[in-house]
């Protein structure tokens, strides 16, 4: 399966209540470009939980580019591709590899997100690579969180270094970056115990995690990665804001987009927090974690629409 079929797949949910929604607003004849078709194209938007401000953006554009006219349903899909595109662009540069040593991943999230098995499908996509790649289980709050790391390890054949439950969790990663380094391996994965973004003696805990790592090697972490859950929505634009000021977060990994109608939240992630959507997760399997592409991400979003 290709990329684009794979977020055809991951997006079905998505893509479905477009579909009902967008041919239901048509009518074979065409619609006039008027407030209230506009209106009607907005709230559409808005279900897939863009935010209201994109959605907005994009009405603009048709506002734009058809008022008074009467339009076919694929004009307008045109328009919200094009706008979609403007909104989602963003570097390409999936990981940023130290230059030299092993590159240090700090992975953290809320409980629930599909952290661990995030991190787990990203130590089996850069293992597919050619890398070599060391574990470092630090959510030591929850054993279940360092046995699930530890059986994802064996699986995959890669190196874990753990603790003991209720051991300090900078230790753990600091052993962990020690290991990378002591093996040469290329990278090292830092997992951290979910927590909520209120939750300040833990936030606090992160940037001392992240402080730890940095002592050992200047330039780490390399990459700060927020697990964020798709189906929990806009939600997750609030988590984004808190975890970023914590450890200076520099990309998303979106877990769980298969299982929502709302994956219109990438739009609303890349604009409010301004950070990149890295990986998307868009299955179950440990092969189903995949790089973001926004043209990708926009053709799969509407073209099963048509």
């Given at each position: 399966m290709g990329l684009l079929d794979k977020f055809k797949k991951g997006l079905a949910k998505t893509t479905q209540l477009?579909?009902?929604?967008?041919?239901?607003?048509?009518?074979?004849?065409?619609?006039?470009?008027?407030?209230?078709?506009?209106?009607?194209?907005?709230?559409?938007?808005?279900?897939?939980?863009?935010?209201?401000?994109?959605?907005?953006?994009?009405?603009?554009?048709?506002?734009?580019?058809?008022?008074?006219?009467?339009?076919?349903?694929?004009?307008?899909?045109?328009?919200?591709?094009?706008?979609?595109?403007?909104?989602?662009?963003?570097?390409?540069?999936?990981?940023?590899?130290?230059?030299?040593?092993?590159?240090?991943?700090?992975?953290?999230?809320?409980?629930?997100?599909?952290?661990?098995?995030?991190?787990?499908?990203?130590?089996?996509?850069?293992?597919?690579?050619g890398k070599s790649v060391v574990l470092g289980a630090a959510d030591t709050f929850r054993a279940a969180a360092v046995n699930q790391l530890s059986v994802w390890a064996e699986r995959l054949g890669v190196?874990?270094?753990?603790?003991?439950?209720?051991?300090?969790p900078a230790s753990v990663a600091h052993r962990a970056v020690a290991a990378a380094i002591e093996k040469n391996a290329d990278i090292c994965i830092v997992d951290t115990a979910g927590r909520l973004q209120t939750?300040?003696?833990?936030?606090?805990?992160?940037?001392?995690?992240?402080?730890?790592?940095?002592?050992q090697i200047p330039e780490a972490p390399h990459e700060a990665l927020l697990v964020l859950d798709a189906t929990t929505g806009q939600n997750g634009v609030s988590q984004a804001?808190?975890?970023?000021?914590?450890?200076?977060?520099?990309?998303?990994?979106?877990?769980?987009?298969?299982?929502?109608?709302?994956g219109g939240v990438v739009v609303a992630i890349r604009q409010t927090v301004g950070l990149p959507v890295k990986y998307v997760g868009l299955g179950e399997t440990p092969d189903d974690l995949e790089l973001f592409v926004p043209d990708n991400f926009v053709d799969a979003l509407f073209e099963e629409v048509r």
């Open positions: 477009l579909k009902t929604d967008v041919r239901d607003i048509f009518k074979s004849e065409g619609r006039l470009v008027d407030d209230e078709l506009l209106d009607e194209l907005l709230e559409l938007l808005i279900k897939t939980d863009m935010g209201v401000k994109p959605a907005k953006q994009i009405i603009d554009r048709v506002k734009t580019e058809r008022r008074g006219r009467v339009v076919q349903m694929e004009d307008i899909l045109d328009d919200f591709k094009a706008e979609m595109r403007v909104l989602l662009a963003q570097p390409e540069e999936p990981i940023r590899f130290a230059e030299s040593g092993p590159t240090v991943i700090m992975v953290a999230g809320v409980n629930g997100t599909g952290k661990t098995t995030s991190i787990a499908k990203l130590a089996r996509l850069l293992s597919s690579q190196d874990i270094v753990t603790g003991e439950q209720g051991s300090d939750q300040q003696n833990l936030m606090q805990e992160l940037e001392k995690i992240h402080r730890v790592i940095r002592n804001t808190h975890f970023t000021d914590a450890i200076d977060c520099t990309g998303i990994i979106l877990a769980k987009l298969d299982g929502t109608a709302k």
